[in-house]
């Protein structure tokens, strides 16, 4: 989900932002409910036609799937473990086909537009207190600051290890918490300067 | 024009600004002073973003205190550190956050922002993700961000900070050439010399405020 916008001009890109969240929605529970190995191999091979159709580079596919191989190796080696092979095949098929999906809605359909269908999608929510507008912008900023404290971890890691610290990763999380909370002072600031406040 | 009239600020009890009492006017204006001085505040001061605990700040004679969104609207502000002011995850949709955010429609968003981007060398990075941006580049889209708003006076704090001598040089002459007022809060003394004035910061007071060399030599002898 964290995949950028390619453009290219293709009938995916051009199709309606709300049709694609719900096939988006759609297929995310057909997938969750497939107990075939072959039906969700044939649905990832469809999928990746899609991007074949939405004109999009073979290196996007593996982009969209690098993050979540670590995961998906893990939750098949429990899955085998625990379940068995036929389990651990179909939970590892799932998770491809709904990554793959996802982006393929990110990576053909630009943020903004994205947002906007989201802020829409969610104004009915405002009656409750939510704020449409704030929603998405939270979710541009996630999408933002992901690789951002992603480098900040690996710098303080780094510091850590130039200073000889042992047990990797843990010791940064304090350090990491403490520059995020500084940065969301600045964040705040940025956000309102920038006229964020006008809107509802 | 910004007036400060009387502006003293504290944070949790310590003061960092001290009875302020400026008349902004000049094309080019340079604020230097040592760290700590009250420089960023007094930054943030002139669009409203922060109060003043007793005073007042006035953008084009409305008070911040009164209206900080019009004076936001008026002062654009570029921050120190372009990570915390770039806000979309790519450059294209960054640029389009505060006209958005203004109520412009997209068509006259794409055509400043088309403007900007070509204008400023960046056209081929539109698509672009801005964590991927070089220090320069980013810094550059913090500006334009800003830019597209169309603000009548930009404020820059520490515009050179962590850049790179050809970055440095790029953005000395991108601010060089805005036809905006300018208010530079800046260490990098090279860069105010040709202003139209310089005001000196210490320990939150105004020390000297005057011609950009007057104000640099009587900063070189108290720092």
Known sequence: MLALYVARNSFIHRAPVRAKLAALFVGGIAIAFVGDPWSLGLLLVGILGLYGLARLPTSEVFKALKPILFVAAIIFALQWALAGLLPAILAVLRILCLVLLASLVTL??????????????????????????????????????????MNDF??????????????????????????????????????????????? | MIECLGVS?????????????????????????????????FARLLNGLLIPAQGDVLVDGVSTRKDGRAARRKVGLVFQNPEHQ?????????????????GLDGAEIEQRMAALLTGYSLADKRAHAAHLLSGGEKKLLTLLSVL?????VIV?????????????????????????????????????ENYDRAI????????FDGPPGDAIRRYLAIA
């Open chain 2, 156 to 192: 820059f704090d520490e515009p050179m900070n962590s850049l790179d001598l050809v970055s440095q040089r790029k953005i000395a002459s991108v601010i060089e050439g805005l036809t905006q007022t300018v208010i530079t809060i800046t260490h990098d003394l090279s860069l105010i």
């Open chain 1, 108 to 149: 053909t359909t630009p943020l903004s537009t994205m947002i906007e269908a989201i802020i829409a999608l969610a104004r009915p929510l405002a009656r409750f207190g939510l704020s449409p507008a704030k929603l998405g912008l939270v979710i541009a900023l996630t999408l933002r600051f992901i690789p951002v404290l």
């Open chain 2, 148 to 152: 597209i708003m169309e603000p009548d």
């Open chain 2, 86 to 102: 770039i806000v979309m995850p790519s450059v294209e949709e960054d640029l389009a956050f505060g006209p958005r955010n203004q």
């Open chain 2, 200 to 207: 000196l910061f210490e320990r939150g007071a105004v020390v």
């Open chain 1, 154 to 200: 690996r710098e303080i890691e780094a510091a850590r290890a130039a200073r000889g610290a042992r047990f990797p990763g843990l010791g940064a999380a304090g350090p990491l918490l403490i520059k995020t909370l500084r940065m969301t002072d600045a964040l705040g600031d940025a956000i309102a300067a920038r006229g964020f406040e006008n809107r509802s």
């Open chain 2, 9 to 41: 600020h504290a944070f949790d009890g310590v003061p960092v600004l001290r009875d302020v009492n400026l008349r902004l006017a000049e094309r080019r204006i340079g604020v230097i002073g040592a760290n700590g001085s009250g420089k960023s505040t």
